[in-house]
């Protein structure tokens, strides 16, 4: 089962707002990172975080990585319908070599 | 340069039946996992190659099981299909074991009946 807490589990937003989602876990990771996934497709990376405290931004796409290393979180200014999607936290614990466990996943609705 | 190649990119199979999923990774990544995905169960790691070797293992029955090729691609098979196994098989691909750039693949999308 899922060892990290995504939440919200899905979101309806107008258009222009911005959006924020978090995943936490019990456990400490080397490794945050944010993907998303449209309907048939795999998984596409879209921030990754390496360092407690770190802060990443990918166009309107802005991500943390918990100075506790057991948390992150993603915003997104200003959306566009383009962001509907599925979004996925992924972590990496030490020692798992590139074995990443996964929240349950974000969906996102917005209203144009 | 192309991405992950997942074939095929749909399957039906029969409950009892075996499968065999392949995956091409990038040029030059040697790290291939898999990962299997349900509604239910979200995203779940199965096996992480390298090289060859089988790096790391997910908690999935024995009837799991991979490979990979001396260049880099790699197989998933499944023997004894059941109705529960039903998912999207996903690829993975990184340069190596610990690195970033970990790049998914279309998937398959298998369908046991």
């Known amino acids: 089962g899922q060892q990290l807490n995504q939440s919200p589990q899905s979101m309806f937003i107008q258009e222009g707002e911005d959006v924020s989602m978090n995943c936490t876990s019990s456990?400490?990771?080397?490794?945050w990172l944010w993907y998303k996934q449209d309907p048939g497709e795999g998984p596409v990376l879209l921030i990754a975080?390496?360092?407690?405290?770190e802060l990443t931004s990918n166009g309107r796409l802005t991500a943390q990585f918990g100075i506790t290393r057991k948390d992150s979180f993603l915003n997104i200014s200003a959306s566009i319908p383009s962001d509907v999607g599925i979004y996925f936290c992924?972590?990496?614990?030490?020692?798992?070599?590139?074995?990443?466990?996964f929240g349950a996943g974000t969906i996102l609705r917005v209203k144009s | 340069k192309a991405g992950v190649t997942q074939t095929p990119r749909y399957l039906i199979k029969t409950r009892g039946q075996q499968v065999t999923l392949s995956c091409s990774p990038i040029?030059?990544?040697?790290?291939v996992s898999w990962y299997q995905q349900t509604p239910g169960q979200g995203l779940q790691f199965l096996f992480e190659?390298?090289?060859?070797?089988?790096?790391n293992k997910g908690n999935f029955p024995g009837r799991f099981s991979g490979r990979q090729f001396s260049n880099s691609r790699s197989e998933m098979n499944v023997s004894t299909l059941e109705l529960g196994d039903s998912a999207l098989y996903l690829c993975?691909?990184?340069?190596?074991?610990?690195?970033?750039?970990?790049?998914f693949g279309s998937g398959t999308r298998l369908t046991v009946v």
């Open positions: 190659y390298f090289s060859e070797t089988q790096r």
């Open positions: 975080l390496y360092k407690a405290g």
């Open positions: 992924a972590g990496r614990k030490e020692g798992d070599g590139n074995k990443l466990v």
């Open positions: 993975a691909s990184s340069l190596a074991p610990t690195g970033s750039g970990y790049t």
């Open positions: 040029s030059g990544h040697r790290s």
């Open positions: 456990s400490i990771f080397n490794t």
